[in-house]
């Protein structure tokens, strides 16, 4: 089954410094998403992107975050300056379609980051 | 009220046993129910999607009443390998497009 990888699977830094989180989403799928995953609480929706531009965003996408697809295969989250609050789980996921066909999403194994 | 409530767990039962997990949402708007499966500090992984009349897949049972905004999911013969957290999860216009809201999820453990 095609999957999506996200890289790293770890990643630690200290307050303040900016972290990008690399994501290469399955190579038909149009849609792709940044969910978070703070430890012990639900999965919370980030942000969606379609057609190389943000399709929505959540409240918790504020001005420190930003996504990116640079070369067409990669699709990556940047935190401009990372807070305490940010040490999550990150999943990254895509779907071939939109909309209803969000059954057909297909998430990462995520990313840990931890803000020191 | 959440957007999605779950019970809140943790379920601990034996091998074999029936066991069975409600969520509400509260968006009468919402158009797709789903039900996830997330082993402890992995992704979450779609377990089955939730139909109006009422859906089963092998040992798993999935219901929706849209009157009541309620969705449950019944697990049979429980085995080892049902140990995980069930994620209760629901679409929500954004806009132009949807979103998925997830619930916090409930915690089952199958003992053997």
């Known amino acids: 089954e095609p999957e999506v990888t996200q890289t790293p699977s770890h990643q630690v830094t200290q307050m303040g410094q900016e972290v990008i989180l690399r994501c290469v989403p399955i190579?038909?799928?149009?849609?792709f998403y940044w969910y978070r995953q703070i430890l012990g609480q639900k999965v919370e929706f980030l942000v969606s992107?379609?057609?190389?531009?943000?399709?929505?965003k959540s409240e918790i996408f504020d001005d420190q975050f930003s996504v990116e697809r640079p070369d067409g295969s990669n699709f990556t989250l940047k935190i401009r300056s990372t807070k305490l609050e940010d040490s999550a789980m990150y999943f990254c996921?895509?779907?071939?379609?939109?909309?209803?066909?969000?059954?057909?999403?297909?998430f990462g194994s995520g990313t840990q980051l931890s803000v020191l | 009220r959440k957007e999605v409530e779950q019970d809140p767990g943790p379920f601990n039962v034996p091998e074999g046993a029936t066991v069975a997990f409600n969520c509400t949402y509260s968006?009468?708007?919402?158009?797709?129910f789903f039900w996830y499966r997330q082993d402890c500090r992995k992704e979450p992984k779609l377990l089955m999607s939730?139909?109006?009349s009422g859906n089963e897949d092998g040992r798993f049972t999935a219901q929706l009443n849209r009157a009541s905004q309620y969705i449950s999911l019944l697990i049979r013969d429980s085995k080892l390998s049902d140990s995980a957290t069930y994620l209760c999860?629901?679409?929500?216009?954004?806009?132009?497009?949807?979103?998925?809201?997830f619930g916090k999820g409930t915690k089952l453990t199958v003992n053997p």
């Open positions: 190579s038909n799928h149009l849609y």
């Open positions: 992107f379609y057609n190389n531009e943000i399709s929505e």
């Open positions: 999860v629901v679409t929500m216009a954004q806009g132009g497009s949807e979103k998925l809201v």
């Open positions: 996921a895509s779907s071939e379609w939109g909309g209803y066909a969000n059954e057909k999403l297909f």
């Open positions: 939730v139909y109006s």
């Open positions: 968006n009468s708007a919402s158009q797709s």
